[in-house]
C-alpha cells in the first residue's frame, strides 16, 4: 500500500512538474525542486510486510472471483449484501447476552462484597452489644461503695 501511494505521488510530481514547464511564472528553481522530489520520491525502499500481505489477498480474491460464474457471483453479491445490512442487529444480539452476562458478574461481586461488608458491620455490631451488655452488667452488679 506504501508503494501504492508513493507511485501516485511520483506520478502527481511529475504532473506539477510538466504543468510548471508551460507556466511563464515557473523558475527555474521550482523546475530543480520538483526534479528532486520525483527522484527522491522514487528512490522509496522495498515493499513492506504489510503491503505484501495486502497484495497476497488481493491476488486470491481476484482468482477466487475470476473462477465463480455468474450465478455464484450474483449470489455472493446478494449476500454480502445481506450480510452487510444484517451485520448491526446480528451483533446487537449477540451482544446483549453478552451484556447481561458481565453485568451478572458485576451484580455478583457487588452482592458478595456487600455481603462481606454488611457481615463485618454485624460482627462490630454484636461486640458492640456484648460490650454495652457487660458494661451494663458491671455497672449493676458492682456497684461503688462510696456513691451509696
Not at 12 to 38: D, E, K, N, P, Y
Not at 74 to 81: R, S
Request: proline share 3%; aromatic share 6%.
Amino acid at each position: 500500500m506504501n508503494s501504492l501511494l508513493a507511485r501516485k505521488g511520483v506520478a502527481s510530481l511529475a504532473q506539477a512538474a510538466r504543468r510548471t514547464r508551460h507556466v511563464a511564472w515557473g523558475s527555474s528553481w521550482h523546475l530543480r525542486a520538483s526534479r528532486a522530489l520525483i527522484a527522491k520520491a522514487s528512490q522509496e525502499p522495498g515493499p513492506s510486510g504489510e503491503s505484501d500481505v495486502l497484495a497476497e489477498v488481493g491476488r486470491r480474491a481476484v482468482d477466487f472471483w475470476d473462477k465463480l460464474d455468474t450465478k455464484q457471483r450474483i449470489y455472493t453479491v446478494v449476500a454480502g449484501g445481506a450480510l452487510v445490512l444484517s451485520l448491526p442487529q446480528i451483533v446487537g444480539v449477540l451482544l446483549i447476552p453478552l451484556e447481561r452476562l458481565l453485568v451478572g458478574g458485576l451484580l455478583a461481586v457487588e452482592q458478595a462484597f456487600a455481603l462481606l461488608v454488611l457481615s463485618s458491620v454485624r460482627v462490630i455490631a454484636l461486640v458492640g452489644a456484648a460490650g454495652l451488655v457487660l458494661v451494663g452488667l458491671y455497672l449493676f452488679l458492682f456497684p461503688k461503695k462510696g456513691e451509696s
